[in-house]
T-cell receptor
């Protein structure tokens, strides 16, 4: 049973705000929500992590509702260089994290 | 220094060859990982080392043999691989108590002929 569900792909335009929503209906009490970004032919890069409410850093914001069954990664004013795959993860699962299928974000000029 | 380095960047090997992939980090991380990633798929965990000891082997075939000589180095020894083992092999590291924040290397692109 998949722990997370995300859209397979999304398109947006430069300068827009992009929101990627992830569903995690079976999230456990001690699970955190983590997002990674991966560019082609590179390793994933940790973007942001949260437990509840809102977290913001220099790259993105993460919104988590009170029931924690979903989360939304918000990327402000995207550019072409934000084209990447974005992975939502919940856990950790013991000594490991498990990547879901991810969302392919394509930014258009 | 927040970099994980991997060598080589590319590797082509025959099914009878023996080769090794190397990974190095100097962030003082005590957890290190090997992942395998096929094209357009998410990374799949292979092995986890915690404090230089193997803590997780995700039922990886024995033709892949990991080694952690010290807290900064991680090797993956390859022997008698199959063409379907061709993939991007990623190394990552993290603090032992914050495994959700992993630092990944650029990967080794392996082609088995």
């Amino acid at each position: 049973l998949a722990k997370t569900t995300q859209p397979i792909s999304m398109d947006s335009y430069e300068g827009q705000e992009v929101n990627i929503t992830c569903s995690h209906n079976n999230i456990a009490t001690n699970d955190y929500i983590t997002w990674y970004q991966q560019f082609p032919s590179q390793g994933p890069r940790f973007i942001i992590q949260g437990y509840k409410t809102k977290v913001t850093n220099e790259v993105a914001s993460l919104f988590i509702p009170a029931d924690r069954k979903s989360s939304t990664l918000s990327l402000p004013r995207v550019s072409l260089s934000d084209t990447a795959v974005y992975y939502c993860l919940v856990g950790p699962d013991g000594d490991k994290i498990i990547f879901g299928k991810g969302t392919r974000l394509h930014i258009l000029p | 220094d927040t970099e994980v380095t991997q060598t080589p960047k590319h590797l082509v090997m025959g099914m009878t060859n023996k080769k090794s992939l190397k990974c190095e980090q100097h962030m003082g991380h005590r957890a290190m990982y090997w992942y395998k990633q096929k094209a357009k798929k998410p990374p799949e965990l292979m092995f986890v080392y915690s404090y230089e000891k193997l803590s997780i082997n995700e039922s990886v075939p024995s033709r892949f043999s990991p080694e952690c000589p010290n807290s900064s180095l991680l090797n993956l020894h390859l022997h008698a691989l199959q063409p379907e083992d061709s993939a991007l092999y990623l190394c990552a590291s993290s603090q032992a108590n914050t495994i959700y924040e992993q630092y990944f290397g650029p990967g080794t692109r392996l082609t088995v002929t």
